[in-house]
């Protein structure tokens, strides 16, 4: 499978197009292209493919290979010559579990959020797990159930092509008493691979995908899929994309904030990562993806025209940060349609609202002034209807932004229950 985008022979590259008798036209002025980019008409001149102008260089788009695999769309990010042979002979490195319906959750699709951080950041934070305890207090972990972790890197590997492994015990107390062993897989350029077993035979797998999109432009694809997993979980699975999307969001805005300003703190320092402290075990996969980009992959993804990972765009308020629009929900059909469904239903809301209480007006007039049980059930159902229409406000408002309050999110200091009550064992 191949795919061309949408080039004009005046002007040069477009972003905008569609599919047109199977094939790629440009939506400005409807020039169309096959799969491999050459030109096969252009309807203000009536050229057809067999046109010589239609055969000309300046006539044909630049073009990529393309493999579907895993519900998600892979670029072979070259267009020479050999690009399509190249592409053949390399499948995209995936997680297999994920696909395999042997795997509860495996018949998911996979997340994809579109981050204000460099790719090399994000890689590091779900390299790091032992954060969760401390940046999502609240949301996913417990800070007084932290747990100092062991972490060691398998053979002291690390590899241009493989990547490198590492293998862990819980970082909570909690994880820790259920017994978690995790193995933690780096596989270039953009897989992670991380496997939690527990000793009641419970198996968990992550796998996530990072994309480098531009510079402090990130875009991630997630997917969980589990074996022996707690009662409850594969009905959790099956929760329909749009309701899993919407309360999915605070953990994320803890990341997309807390990465966002830690981006523009390190390209700052002319040290950059090399200033980093890694003193403790739980360092090491950290350190290894340092060693494996820098000394294995040239140091940083290889952006267009001569640009870096410094090269980043202005910084972001807070609430630009918390927009879950930009981040997600603008390009995800799932949500949007959610959004609009709730909107129709919040407006048959309000016209049944009104006209319960019109009708518990005209019942009062009627016995002049006196509350009758029907007034009462219309000013209620009328009530009601309204709360109803209120939470539905609330749902929908949850696509579009996180909330203000993104740490600390718990309202009262850590009690004893707290601190001897499990946090969730199964977070990345």
Known sequence: MESANGVHAKIGAHIEGRIQNGNLACNYH??????????????????????????????????????????????????GPHAWLESAMQAPVLVPEAADPNWTGSDAVPVFSTWRANWDLWMENTMDPSHVNW??????????????????????????????????????????????????????????????????????????????????????????????????????SKVPQWLFHNLSGSMSDQDAVMLHTQDYALREDPKHWRGYYLPSQADRAVAA???????????????????????????LSRDQLLSR????TKDCASCKQAMATVDKIRTGLTIASAALLTLALFTTAQYRSAITDSTLIELGLGASLLVVREALRKFNQNYIAGSGNVYNLRKKPATKTDIDSPANPGVM
């Open 30 to 79: 409807g020039w169309e292209f096959d799969r491999k980019g050459a030109c096969l008409a252009n309807p203000q001149s009536g050229m057809l493919a067999s046109d010589p102008i239609c055969k000309a260089d300046k006539a044909k788009a630049r073009a990529f290979p393309v493999q579907v695999a895993q519900g998600m769309l892979w670029i072979w990010p070259e267009s």
């Open 325 to 328: 629009w930009d981040r997600h």
């Open 289 to 315: 993806f340092r060693v494996w980009l820098h000394e294995k992959a040239g140091g940083d993804v290889g952006w267009a025209k001569g640009a870096t990972s410094a090269d980043l765009p202005p910084k």
């Open 135 to 236: 940046l999502h207090d609240g949301t996913a972990g417990k800070w007084e159930d932290a747990y100092p972790m062991k972490m060691r890197l398998l053979d002291n590997a690390v590899d241009a092509h493989k990547g490198f492994t590492v293998q862990h015990d819980g970082y909570s107390k909690t994880q820790n008493e259920a017994g978690l062993k995790v193995t933690r897989q780096y596989l270039p350029p953009c897989t992670n691979r991380y496997v939690y077993e527990y000793s009641n035979g419970r198996v968990d797998i992550f796998a996530i995908y990072f994309t480098p999109i531009s510079p402090g432009v990130t875009r991630s694809f997630f997917k969980f899929v589990s074996q022996n997993p707690p009662k409850g979980f594969a009905l959790i």
